[in-house]
């Protein structure tokens, strides 16, 4: 489905492109890649804080970080590098200010941080204990149905960004996609073409079918940008930001159907990782501000 996204067209279909590749990410389960996908959420809540429930998005990055974390153990990355891992993803003190947190919502996520940090740091220093916990318990609470869960609570964000954004123009998306092929008179459709309609069909933007054909002439237009990467363009806080735009407008955002549930070759489960409350995306749910009615 082909709309008008008007005002800061560029930085909608980049940021549109970035949201493909991060949600490629997350679901291909490239946990090396989760930080870029971290910062993509980071710059996302800088510029529109109020587009996501506070308790959704915190959820979100806690399960990221602590998967980046857990995979560095299981792959026996060097101490020091998990070490700063730690500080960096969990630091010690309260977590960044947020205008939509409570402050119930800072406990929690305060408390959250202090036992994951806790746990990381005493695996760390004790070896037995360490090999015990990534031989008996590391796929039990980290493992797929962790990572399925986290898979759910992206698809969910991706949705609530989407209600809030312009309808997309689709042949834009596709020629800027066609863009970041390398070869000039190429006819093969290049990765990020593929992510994009996978992206695009998981949202509810366009049915399942052919890929497009490359354009008809493959040179510079307005439409092409720098090549695609896991953050939105242009920086956060910019007044060009499509969800400030989407936001400010006069008229308020387009709203779309919006999917309950994952898409159809995705299995569902995981549901009760992310509700234990010894994990760090574990956040007691209440009623959000945002309108979306298939989310607790």
């Avoid at 990221?64 to 792959?75: G, N, P, R, T």
């Avoid at 998981?202 to 510079?220: E, I, M, Y």
Wanted: proline share 11%.
């Amino acid at each position: 489905m082909a709309g008008s996204d008007k005002g800061g067209d560029g930085a909608a279909l980049g940021l549109r492109l970035a949201l493909a590749a991060a949600w490629h990410v997350v679901r291909a389960r490239q946990t090396r890649d989760y930080p870029q996908a971290l910062g993509l959420l980071e710059a996302v809540g800088q510029a529109a804080p109020d587009a996501v429930a506070f308790r959704h998005y915190a959820k979100l990055c806690l399960g990221l970080q602590a998967a980046v974390i857990m995979k560095m153990l299981e792959e026996e990355e060097p101490d020091e590098k998990i070490y700063d891992a730690v500080d960096t993803y969990f630091p010690e003190g309260k977590p960044k200010q947020h205008p939509l947190a409570t402050p119930r919502d800072i406990e929690i996520v305060t408390e959250a941080q202090e036992a994951f940090r806790d746990q990381v740091l005493g695996l760390l220093s004790n070896r037995q204990a360490r090999e015990r916990y990534l031989e008996g318990q590391l796929e039990a609470e980290y493992g797929e149905a962790f990572l399925r869960m986290l898979e759910q609570l992206f698809y969910e964000y991706l949705l609530r960004l989407e209600s809030a954004l312009p309808l997309p123009n689709v042949s834009q998306l596709y020629e800027m996609a066609w863009s970041q092929c390398p070869l000039p008179q190429a006819t093969q459709c290049p990765k990020e073409l593929r992510l994009l309609t996978r992206y695009l069909v998981d949202v509810g933007h366009q049915s399942q079918g052919p890929l497009p054909q490359p354009p008809r002439a493959n040179t510079p237009t307005s439409t092409q940008q720098q090549p695609v990467q896991l953050a939105p363009q242009p920086a956060p806080g910019s007044l060009q930001h499509p969800l400030r735009l989407a936001q400010s407008s006069k008229d308020p955002p387009r709203r779309r159907r919006l999917y309950s549930q994952m898409p159809r070759d995705q299995k569902q489960g995981g549901h009760q990782i992310l509700s234990n409350p010894r994990h760090p995306g574990h956040l007691p749910a209440h009623p959000a501000p945002h309108p979306d009615p298939h989310l607790p």
